[in-house]
Nanobody, 122 residues
Framework: VQLQASGGGLVQAGGSLRLSCAAS????????AGWFRQTPGEEREFVAA????????LYADSVKGRFTISRDDAENTVYLQMNSLKPEDTAVYYC????????????????WGKGTQVTVSS
């Protein structure tokens, strides 16, 4: 599976962005998908994951209630809708796929995509 993230940019605090992750290669609909983020000098952290069916979603506590992950298997795309953005959400965001949403939350990633920069100004 090849993954390509897009949709990052500069936004003011309180604003919104929607990230997209386009997948190609093997049957994407058979995999769970998720988002991670990383800031310089820090470890990559889990943000959100969705199961292969779309019926289960998981979120980091820091984004719960503000971010929503979804998938459109007809388009082979996973989305991350980010609302009420805060300066601490500034990071490079990476999409990933894996066996299950719970596996992804435990950093059980099979494939990584290239990142997209999100910058939230105060």
């Amino acid at each position: 599976v090849q993954l390509q993230a897009s949709g990052g940019g500069l936004v003011q605090a309180g604003g919104s962005l929607r990230l997209s992750c386009a997948a190609s290669g093997r049957t994407f609909s058979s995999y769970a998908a998720g988002w991670f983020r990383q800031t310089p000098g820090e470890e990559r952290e889990f943000v959100a994951a969705v199961s292969w069916s779309g019926g289960s979603t998981l979120y980091a506590d820091s984004v719960k209630g503000r971010f929503t992950i979804s998938r459109d298997d007809a388009e082979n795309t996973v989305y991350l809708q980010m609302n009420s953005l805060k300066p601490e959400d500034t990071a490079v965001y990476y999409c990933a796929s894996g066996y299950s949403d719970y596996a992804l939350k435990s950093y059980g990633v099979d494939y990584w995509g290239k990142g997209t920069q999100v910058t939230v100004s105060s």
